[in-house]
Nanobody, 126 residues
Framework: QVVLVESGGGSVQAGGSVRLTCVAS????????MAWLRQAPGQERLAVAC???????QSLASVQGRFTIYRDNAKNTLYLQMNDLKPEDSDMYYC????????????????????RGQGTQVTVSS
């Protein structure tokens, strides 16, 4: 069982920055693909950005140049640095993971992430 705990959300004005943090209960180093997901009530869950065990990344076009996903395998921690935030970035953000030993890439299909945290809310005001 993998437990993921997010933190770092909050309220910020447009143009501001937030860093989300996700701590995993297991050693994520070589085996787990990680991602940040977002979902609004009644809406489809989407992958915002993902990262493979060795650091290969993908992200939505709408966040490229503004959001950066990175991981510290020694600390079993995943981060999402969110800069130049816009009101449309407001949402509940979840940390996600799936086990894929030796994976050289990551999957941007949110349904792949069978482990998910409880989420942290990000609200951006204009």
């Amino acid at each position: 069982q993998v437990v993921l705990v997010e933190s770092g959300g909050g309220s910020v004005q447009a143009g501001g920055s937030v860093r989300l943090t996700c701590v995993a209960s297991v050693n994520i180093g070589r085996d787990y693909v990680m991602a940040w997901l977002r979902q609004a009530p009644g809406q489809e869950r989407l992958a915002v950005a993902c990262i493979s065990p060795d650091g290969n990344r993908q992200s939505l076009a709408s966040v490229q140049g503004r959001f950066t996903i990175y991981r510290d395998n020694a600390k079993n921690t995943l981060y999402l640095q969110m800069n130049d935030l816009k009101p449309e970035d407001s949402d509940m953000y979840y940390c996600g993971a799936y086990k894929a030993p030796g994976a050289g890439t990551c999957d941007m299909w949110a349904g792949r992430y069978n482990y998910r945290g409880q989420g942290t809310q990000v609200t951006v005001s204009s």
